[in-house]
Nanobody, 126 residues
Framework: QVQLVESGGGLVQAGGSLRLSCAAS????????MGWFRQAPGKEREFVAG????????YYTDSVKGRFTISRDNAKNTLYLEMNSLEPEDTAIYYC???????????????????WGQGTQVTVSS
């Protein structure tokens, strides 16, 4: 079982930046495609970004394209989300999730992810 622990959240002013990290406990990290999701107050959890096992392919929801960058370091078993030009609408709890690579490439669909972190709060003030 893979344990995921997010860090790096916090309070930032609009226009600022944050870098989230997600540390995985399992040395098979490189066999999982990874995703970032977020849940704002009163809203459903939504897909933010996904990355292939190798890190070559990345995917984003339209609202974060050009502002957020997902990356991974398989040697360190760690996933990242670099967030720039933050907006108040980005305020949410951010979760990382792991999906077995053998399942296919269902980056945007929650139910295909087997493991989730506990979440880290990101608050963007206007």
């Amino acid at each position: 079982q893979v344990q995921l622990v997010e860090s790096g959240g916090g309070l930032v002013q609009a226009g600022g930046s944050l870098r989230l990290s997600c540390a995985a406990s399992d040395r098979t990290f490189s066999t999982y495609l990874m995703g970032w999701f977020r849940q704002a107050p009163g809203k459903e959890r939504e897909f933010v970004a996904g990355i292939s096992m190798s890190g070559i392919s990345t995917y984003y929801t339209d609202s974060v394209k050009g502002r957020f960058t997902i990356s991974r370091d398989n040697a360190k078993n760690t996933l990242y989300l670099e967030m720039n030009s933050l907006e108040p609408e980005d305020t949410a709890i951010y979760y990382c999730a792991a999906q077995p690579g053998s399942r296919g490439n269902y980056y945007r669909t929650e139910r295909f992810y087997d493991y989730w972190g506990q979440g880290t709060q990101v608050t963007v003030s206007s």
